[in-house]
């Protein structure tokens, strides 16, 4: 399957527990997006990478939030100290680089903070 | 702020009939613009792209392009009860991650 991966799949963490979760994009695509998504709303951006540079944070995002893109190939998003707001859809997306090109996404993280 | 704005809906339609879906943005200089179809507790779908004014189709889908009034609409011909889904607007310019609408709900009814 050469799609984005996304682990895990489902997530039931307690509140004030950290995770982590990653995202493995499309191979030859440089761009990749987080997003958070919850009931009834559409995907909130967080944050994007090229390569290893993360060249945007949305500033909606809480400083409990991290982003790494460790030589530009897999992504991690981690929260700290989770909190029941934090419940959500966690999607990754990739792209290619250029103008007027296409993100697909992942199948998704479903956190449950209890 | 960017902003791209959708109706809700739902957008209820019997079986072969044509659905048409709209969405508006804020950004005039937004570059790029998509449409993905969500199945409930799915991840969205791409389904079409289209970067220039006018139309573009593809199979069922036609997607419709206006930079002039920041308009952009999705017609589903012959719509089918599997079309039932949360259509998803985005819109990006170069170098920039894509905004969301919240969704437009369709239910095809057979």
């Known amino acids: 399957d050469t799609g984005v991966s996304q682990n895990p799949r489902h997530k039931i963490t307690k509140r004030g527990q950290n995770v982590t979760f990653r995202c493995d994009p499309i191979?030859?695509?440089?761009?990749l997006y987080w997003y958070r998504q919850t009931l009834g709303q559409g995907p909130e951006f967080l944050t994007y990478?090229?390569?290893?540079?993360?060249?945007?944070k949305s500033r909606l995002l809480s400083d409990r939030f991290s982003a790494e893109r460790p030589k530009g190939s897999f992504s991690t998003l981690e929260i700290q100290r989770t909190e029941q707001g934090d419940s959500a859809m966690y999607l990754c997306?990739?792209?290619?680089?250029?103008?007027?090109?296409?993100?697909?996404f992942g199948q998704g993280t479903r956190l449950t903070v209890v | 702020q960017k902003e791209v704005e959708q109706n809700s809906g739902p957008l209820s339609v019997p079986e072969g009939a044509i659905a048409s879906l709209n969405c508006t943005y804020s950004?005039?200089?937004?570059?790029?613009f998509f449409w993905y179809r969500q199945y409930s507790g799915k991840s969205p779908e791409l389904i079409m792209s289209?970067?220039?004014?006018g139309d573009k189709e593809d199979g069922r889908f036609t997607a419709q392009l206006n930079k002039a009034s920041q308009y952009v609409s999705l017609l589903i011909r012959d719509s089918q009860p599997s079309d039932s889904a949360t259509y998803l607007c985005?819109?990006?310019?170069?170098?920039?991650?894509?905004?969301f609408g919240k969704g437009t709900t369709l239910s095809v009814s057979s």
């Open positions: 191979s030859e695509h440089n761009r």
């Open positions: 990478f090229q390569n290893e540079a993360q060249l945007e």
């Open positions: 289209i970067y220039s004014n």
């Open positions: 950004d005039r200089v937004s570059q790029s």
């Open positions: 997306a990739s792209s290619l680089r250029q103008m007027n090109t296409e993100a697909f």
């Open positions: 985005a819109v990006n310019q170069a170098g920039t991650a894509l905004i």
